[in-house]
């Protein structure tokens, strides 16, 4: 059965670094989503992804935080300046109608 | 807004001891209701949904859920729980089509004890 994947599954980074996280959606699937969940916190949404463009965004997601398909297959996931508080588990999920399928996801942590 | 309030923050249970897991959410329009699990170390799993119809929704590994309009509510229940059912259990909302948000509760962990 296929699955999306994410890579790396732990990241470790430095306040102020640019970090990317990097998803595999299933193949047929068009519309891509980021999430997050903070330790102890609801996963929250943060992007969808349809058509090579944004269609909607939280108000988590703000200029720091950007979204890419660069090809046929990833969809990736940048934050330019990364905070403390950008430490959680990212999830990246992927849908082609009513479902959302949900990667293993990466945890950040933010030095 | 979206919101969904799951009422259990951890639940502990024997094996074959029924489960009932509460989930109410709040939203003005059409609705689509899934639940989720997380299985220790791995990732999010759809277990069930609903979207119209009936709403007695049965789903994976002998869960069902049933969505109660009148009391904004879709509790998953299982008669008789096991070991492996040990995992942390996540409802979520959507605004319906085929490109949306979904809205979670904060998560159930429930523990069977063998």
């Known amino acids: 059965e296929p699955e999306v994947t994410q890579t790396p599954s732990h990241q470790v980074t430095q306040m102020g670094q640019e970090v990317i996280l990097r998803c595999v959606p299933i193949s047929n699937h068009l519309y891509f989503y980021w999430y997050r969940q903070i330790l102890g916190q609801k996963v929250e949404f943060l992007v969808s992804?349809?058509?090579?463009?944004?269609?909607?965004k939280s108000e988590i997601f703000d200029d720091q935080f950007s979204v890419e398909r660069p090809d046929g297959s990833n969809f990736t996931l940048k934050i330019r300046s990364t905070k403390l508080e950008d430490s959680a588990m990212y999830f990246c999920?992927?849908?082609?109608?009513?479902?959302?399928?949900f990667g293993p996801g990466t945890r950040l942590t933010v030095l | 807004a979206q919101s969904v309030s799951q009422h259990n923050h951890h639940v502990i249970l024997s094996e074959a001891a029924s489960l009932e897991l509460g989930c109410n959410y709040s939203?003005?329009?059409?609705?689509?209701l899934f639940w989720y699990v997380q299985y220790p170390g791995q990732h999010l799993q759809l277990l069930l949904k609903?979207?119209?119809?009936?709403?007695l929704v049965k789903g994976i590994k002998g869960f069902e859920a049933e969505f109660i309009k009148s009391k904004f509510s879709f509790n998953l229940r299982k008669p008789s729980v096991q070991w492996s059912d040990t995992a942390e259990y996540f409802c979520?909302?959507?605004?319906?089509?085929?490109?949306?948000?979904?809205?979670f509760g904060k998560g159930t962990l429930l523990t069977v004890n063998p």
């Open positions: 992804f349809y058509n090579n463009e944004i269609s909607e």
């Open positions: 939203y003005g329009g059409t609705v689509n």
């Open positions: 999920a992927s849908g082609n109608s009513d479902t959302q399928y």
């Open positions: 609903y979207f119209s119809g009936d709403p």
């Open positions: 979520a909302v959507g605004s319906g089509g085929s490109n949306y948000k979904l809205t």
